[in-house]
């Protein structure tokens, strides 16, 4: 099983950058999954997340309107699109993987590898 994401990197403040975590080794059809980031120092926190087909989303007050969650269940693929970012978007990003058809439940079978994101001038 393996959760990978990918696509972080250094933006300017206002910027945008569009996340990707690439899955395998499980039905991915059958999960929904949860975007998660940590900053140094801080706990970790949900960002956002997506049900098994894609049909429904939902997002935390710190990134609502400016991010968007979407998945390609014919290519094991999950996208987090992010706009306007700010420097206290600054974190390691990495998505999580739950057994479940609706929204996740934090009761998460797979967590996954993540990829650095540092919003700063």
């Known amino acids: 099983v393996q959760l990978q994401a990918s696509g972080g990197g250094l933006v300017q403040p206002g910027g945008s950058l569009r996340l990707s975590c690439a899955a395998s080794g499980f039905n991915f059809d059958d999960y929904a999954i949860g975007w998660f980031r940590q900053a140094p120092g801080k706990e970790r926190e949900a960002v956002s997340c997506?049900?098994?087909?894609?049909?429904?989303?939902h997002y935390e007050d710190s990134v609502k309107g400016r991010f968007t969650v979407s998945r390609d269940n014919g290519r094991n693929i999950i996208y987090l699109q992010m706009n306007n970012l700010k420097s206290e978007d600054t974190a390691v990003y990495y998505c999580n993987a739950e057994s479940r058809r609706g929204l996740p439940r934090g009761l998460y079978n797979y967590w996954g590898q993540g990829t650095q994101v540092t919003v700063s001038s």
């Open positions: 997506i049900s098994s087909d894609g049909g429904l989303t």
